[in-house]
């Protein structure tokens, strides 16, 4: 049972970064077209309220987004274990609804639910032992903004947040829920109709897992404390004379706060792993060109810098930097709604692992992976 434990408790800090760090991609497919960009700062549709709470204060009346993003992942690995191609496919459905009374334009309110955290994992070993992820979560955002004036916006949304985590590997098979609140918080400057300046901040939040184990037959429960990462985030897009919109953003997310990786387990008090050492950040740049007063072409480009190094490399938390290539369009019937479609390719050079502190010994090798995103969103104002 002791040689498991490593990755055992391993997959609960992945979950909180789906495998691949700052998973953003999942909550709306009118954001993949330009890579994220001016995510925070666009506010054309309600699912601008994941990305800054404030920016809802932009949208008048009823309006109504949902989005669907699926997810094509190739993670091959070839590692003194074993070698494959771990990746499955996962998809994210998401909700969102704002509301400005027409008498109180000031006031703006929101609810997002959605799934920021998804991860499905399969890795065979060269013993034929066959190890397992499965984690689903839930994330439902009440969210308020009030305009302060026509150039400055607040907002904030508290986050509260479910994650479901299954674990097997031959004999063993463990399963744990959390349910926990955190907030997001927000402001939105228009300095003039033509410029809009997003910023937004993300609490992480701390979670407890008391999970059930079932190995060889016999029952224990072991416990795991993480705290997701938090992150601030600048936004920024711009109108440039009649065709054409171009945005950017760039988001920290810090790793270090990670609650020092802190997962224990009840049976093993001593076992600890490695903090993450280093904070990870995003650099994406989008433009948008209006074809006419229907169609809408995107595409955007983005950098993802990992906090991880060859030391801190695991089976389940193979993260490295990646590029985004990201085209989309949005097609506005004007009387009937809109949709988004968007595309992103994310490609990350291969990723060398040799961690230490596995309790096979050194584990060594390398991981490639891949991603591609095919998002749908419709989008209606009222």
Known sequence: MQKFLP?????????ATAATFQN???YAASEIGTALAGNG?????????????????????LNISVSDVMQFNKLKYDLNL????????????????TYQPANFSDLTVGLGVYSPYELRNSF??????????????????????????????????????KLDARWKESSFNSSGKNKKL????????TPSDNMRVGVTYTNGITHKIKNNVIYSQQNFNNECRIKTPSSLSISVWQKLLHKWEVMGNFTWTRYTNFYKNNAYNEKSPNFTLNNIKHNSWRLSWGAIYNYND????????????SPLRVDERTMLMPDHHRWWFSVGLKYDSKKYGSVDFGYSYLYSPRADSRYKKSNFGVLYGDYKTQRHLLGLQYSLSL
């Open 7 to 15: 990755l055992i408790l391993f997959v609960f800090p992945t979950i």
């Open 294 to 305: 229907n169609l809408k072409l995107k595409y955007g480009l983005a950098y993802e810098h």
């Open 182 to 189: 955190g907030f997001s918080i927000g402001t939105l400057l």
């Open 124 to 161: 065979h070993t060269n013993s034929n032992k066959i190890i397992e992820s499965d984690v689903s979560s839930l994330t439902i955002s009440p969210t308020v903004s009030y305009k302060f004036s026509p150039k400055i916006s607040l907002g904030i949304s508290l986050n509260y947040q």
């Open 24 to 26: 953003d991609s999942v």
């Open 41 to 61: 700062a666009i506010a054309d549709n309600a699912a601008t309220l994941r990305a800054n709470p404030a920016s809802i204060s932009h949208l008048s009346g």
């Open 82 to 97: 074993g070698s494959g191609d771990a990746g499955k496919f996962q998809n994210s459905t998401n909700f969102y609804i």
